[in-house]
């Protein structure tokens, strides 16, 4: 199976400050057709989780710009430009390259 | 608008039997793979089946105890979970999965296993 890591496991941020939180699997997530299975979900206090990010760094619709994804094989990246107090709430990675589809433990975002 | 939402949680004995229910409005749910997510209290996620076309796959955890279908007439998809442990009790979401993503989710059906 396919081991996502995420870092850091919560964080506290300041309304208007940047916020940046690490995914790692443990094998490369770039398949043959040239596309990484790679997704971010933000779940809201007491929702259902919602995709933000799909494929290392496509937004998904109606998400702001303020969020981007980066990365590569095996090392991922989402960053907040800047922290509103909507972005509070536990972010999950995930891969679908193989099954079983696996997640990150999740990073809980606070706001300050 | 698509939408998804799940029935047929509740409270079951350890070894007991249930069977959660998805209806899919807004869409077909024969033309995408559908899923089942589950999340245990206060804990991550976790991707339990998924079928798609004829072919269903399942996390090891729940192979030979869960089974995954659908009924294209009545545009649902179901879980069924026998032989139920404690480790089971968790929200299931009905997800439905489009180029690898999941972008629809349901509201989340609470399964509790316990005597």
């Known amino acids: 199976d396919i081991v996502m890591t995420q870092s850091p496991l919560s964080m506290s941020v300041t309304p208007g400050q940047p916020a940046s939180i690490s995914c790692k699997s443990t094998q490369s997530l770039l398949e043959s057709n040239g596309r990484t299975y790679f997704f971010w979900y933000l779940q809201k206090p007491g929702q259902s989780p919602q995709p933000l990010i799909y494929?290392?760094?496509y937004r998904f619709s109606g998400v702001p710009d303020r969020f981007s994804g980066s990365g590569s094989g095996t090392d991922f990246t989402l960053k907040i430009s800047r922290v509103e107090t909507d972005d509070v709430g536990v972010y999950y990675c995930m891969q679908s390259s193989q099954f079983p589809i696996t997640f990150g433990q999740g990073t809980r975002l606070e706001i300050k | 608008e698509m939408q998804l939402l799940e029935s047929g949680g509740g409270l079951v004995q350890p070894g007991g039997s249930l069977r959660l229910s998805c209806a899919a409005s807004g869409f077909s749910l024969n033309d995408y793979e559908m899923n089942w997510v589950r999340q245990s209290p206060g804990k991550g996620l976790q991707w339990v089946s998924s079928i798609s076309g004829t072919s269903t796959f399942y996390t090891d955890s729940v192979k030979g105890r869960f089974t995954i279908s659908r009924d294209n007439s009545k545009n649902a998809l179901y879980l069924q979970m026998n032989t139920l442990r404690a480790e089971d009790t968790a929200v299931y979401y009905c997800?439905?999965?489009?180029?690898?993503?999941?972008?629809?989710w349901g509201q989340g059906a609470m399964v509790t296993v316990s005597s």
């Open positions: 997800v439905k999965r489009r180029q690898r993503l999941f972008d629809i």
């Open positions: 494929e290392v760094s």
